[in-house]
Structure formats: structure tokens, C-alpha cells
């Protein structure tokens, strides 16, 4: 099984972008947690960021009928886009929602998102640690689809 692992805006300025609220750990660090998970799961990854709406929407195409399933951080498009949402609608793959702060908890035009209902999970405020509970989960789900 192959997931596709998605990071929107500004993520690739992680580790140097608002330490304080967004960690040290740069997107190299995470992809690599995400990778040692992955063998450990005996899942493939492929990692995609972008900061152009439009890059994120092509790749999220490109995993219909190849991947089983999507880890999106949508950054600052999870608030705003309407095309986002419908792309991951269009290929009717199992996502599941990650971000690293606790939206909830953070100013209000951060509270929605255009993708948690169509999302298996969400999961907030974990940290990078968040994409390694998506990894399981969606391990587990293509696990007991392929039984
Ligand atoms: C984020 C939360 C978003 O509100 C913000 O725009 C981001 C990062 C997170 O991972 O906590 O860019 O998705």
C-alpha cells in the first residue's frame, strides 16, 4: 500500500517558522519519522509539499487509483479552499486531517476547515507525532480492506 503524504504552505519552512508554536523539527525531520513508521507498517509514502494551491490539487489527482490513502496538512488552504476540498472529494481516497498545533485552540478563522468532513480523522495539537497516528490508522484501514 502506498499513502500520499501532503503538506501545504509555509510547511517547508519548518523548524524556522514560529518555533514557539510550530517546533524545531524541520519537514526533512518529519518526513523521515514518517518514513521509519512506514517500514515499520510495511506501507510506502510519497511526500508532496507545495505552497501553490493548484501543485497540491495535481498530486492529490495523481493518487487516484494508485495510493491508498491521504495524510493532508493543508496549512492555511485547509481554511480557505473550496478546491482543495473538492479534489480530495474527486478521488474518494481515505484522508486523514493533520495539524501540528491545535487549531481549536488558535484564532478563530482557524477553527474551520473545508476538509475535516470528508476526513477519516483529524488530528490536532499532536505535533509531528500527528503524522505518525494517521500513518497507523490508515495502515490498519487498508490492512483490514485488503483481508
Ligand atoms: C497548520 C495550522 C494552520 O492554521 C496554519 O495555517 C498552518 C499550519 C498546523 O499544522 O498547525 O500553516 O496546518
Redesign the pocket.
Known sequence: PLVLVVN????NLLGTREPGT?GTETLADVEQRITVAATRLAVRTEFVQSNHEGVLIDAIHAARGRASGIII????F??TSVALRDAIAAVALPMVE????N?HA?EAF?HHSYLSDLAEAVI?GAGPLGYVFALELLAGRTAAHEA
Not at 8 to 11: Q, S, T, V
Not at 98 to 101: E, F, G, K, Q
Open positions: 501545504g504552505p509555509n510547511l510550530y496538512n493543508a496549512g492555511a485547509t481554511h493533520v495539524h501540528l498545533t487549531v488558535r482557524r490536532v
